[in-house]
């Protein structure tokens, strides 16, 4: 940082920190964050909660930043997302026709810089729903949503693997869960 940066920076400083000595400033701005809350669902189980998260950070999000990170700084892709966070959309677990007991998730992603610290307003850096799927409770397994199939989470490192059976990630009355944005 040039000097001439910290001596305005430090005059401003100062101007304010006599301002609020002397009165005339009845409270100095609070920083906001912008980041939303992720919301829960009412009556969610947050041991069932964190079992899925810890599924989905481990066979998912973790593998994937790691191969993300391998890529060129010079490729012409897109930049990989600098975050990701897990959102848990059941309260409780539910059941394919298999029997088998399964919780729906969404990854959402924030790429480049927060426009809010920037002094811009209502700006959310967060991507919704950038990655949906399950995850089966019993047996830890993650699928995706590639839109009109589920596959396991595999296929998001690269990995070759067979689309899932149709029951995987639908409620037992049929209703698929998990569900791509168009």
């Not at 897990?86 to 992603?109: E, I, N, P, Q, Y």
Request: charged share 30%; net charge positive; proline share 6%.
């Amino acid at each position: 940082m040039s000097s001439f940066i910290r001596l305005t920076l430090a005059a401003v400083v100062l101007s304010l920190a006599q301002a609020a000595v002397a009165g005339d400033v009845a409270e100095l701005p609070t920083p906001k964050v912008n980041e939303p809350v992720a919301e829960r669902p009412e009556g969610a189980n947050k041991a069932l909660e964190k079992t899925v998260k810890v599924a989905v950070q481990k066979k998912l999000t973790a593998p994937l930043a790691a191969k993300e990170e391998e890529r060129s700084r010079y490729s012409r892709a897109r930049m990989p997302a600098q975050e990701r966070r897990v959102r848990v959309l059941d309260a409780k677990a539910k059941t394919d026709a298999d029997g088998k007991a399964f919780v729906a998730f969404a990854v959402d992603a924030r790429h480049g810089y927060d426009l809010g610290e920037l002094g811009e307003k209502e700006h959310n850096p967060w991507r919704k729903d950038t990655i949906t799927g399950c995850v089966y409770v019993d047996g830890g397994e993650v699928f995706v949503d590639m839109g009109k199939e589920i596959r396991p989470a595999a296929v998001m490192l690269g990995k070759k693997a067979k689309p899932a059976s149709p029951t995987t990630c639908k409620a037992a009355d049929g209703t698929q869960v998990a569900v791509a944005l168009p």
